[in-house]
C-alpha cells in the first residue's frame, strides 16, 4: 500500500517536526492492487487486439475476396474495430474483476468468453457491414464474418484466458484455484 500525503501535510511534518500528528483528511491512501491490475488489463487487451485483430483481418479477406479494395477495406475492418473493441474490452475485464461471484476459474473464463464474444461479433458486424455496405451481399458476409469469429475467437479467447491466468502480474498474492 501506498501512502500519499498532502504538500501542505509534508510541510507540516517539516516545519513540526516535533509533533508527528498530520490530518488524516489530508492523508490518501493509493491501493497499488487496483493499479497493478489495471496494467494487467491494459496489457490483456493488448495481447488480445493483436490475435483477434489478425483474425478479423484474415476473414474479412476471406469473405469479401472479390472486392477490388478487399485488402484496404480489410485492414480498415481491423484497425477499426481494434480501437473500438480495445475500449469495450478494457470496460469488459474492469466490469469481471469487480464481480465478485466465487466461480471456478474454468466456469468463470468460459461464461467471460461468451459475454465477450457477443459485445466484439456484434461490433465486427456493423463495421464490416459499414465498410463494405455497396456490395450486394454485405449483410450475408458480414454476418458470416461474425459467426466464424464468434467460433474461432471464442476458442482463441479462452487459450488466452488460460494462458494469463497462469501470469501473476498485477495479481499480487492471488491463490489460484
Not at 99 to 112: C, M
Amino acid at each position: 500500500m501506498l501512502i500519499i500525503i498532502s504538500k501542505k501535510a509534508a510541510l507540516k511534518l517539516i516545519f513540526n517536526h516535533s509533533k508527528f500528528l498530520i490530518d488524516l483528511s489530508e492523508v490518501y491512501i493509493c491501493p497499488i492492487k487496483k493499479m497493478l491490475a489495471r496494467r494487467r488489463h491494459i496489457a490483456k487487451t493488448i495481447t488480445w487486439r493483436i490475435i483477434a485483430s489478425g483474425t478479423t483481418f484474415i476473414l474479412t479477406l476471406v469473405f469479401f475476396k472479390n472486392d477490388p479494395q478487399v485488402t484496404e477495406k480489410a485492414t480498415n475492418v481491423a484497425v477499426i474495430e481494434a480501437i473500438l473493441k480495445m475500449i469495450f474490452y478494457y470496460y469488459h475485464e474492469r466490469v469481471w474483476f469487480n464481480i465478485k461471484i466465487n466461480l471456478r476459474s474454468r466456469v468463470r473464463h468460459i461464461t467471460k468468453a461468451v459475454t465477450w464474444r457477443l459485445i466484439a461479433s456484434l461490433t465486427t458486424f456493423v463495421v464490416a457491414f459499414a465498410l463494405f455496405k455497396s456490395d450486394p451481399n454485405a449483410i450475408e458476409k458480414a454476418s458470416g464474418i461474425a459467426i466464424a469469429e464468434s467460433f474461432l475467437k471464442m476458442f482463441l479467447y479462452y487459450i488466452h484466458e488460460r494462458i494469463w491466468y497462469k501470469q501473476d502480474l498485477g495479481l499480487s498474492g492471488r491463490q489460484k484455484k
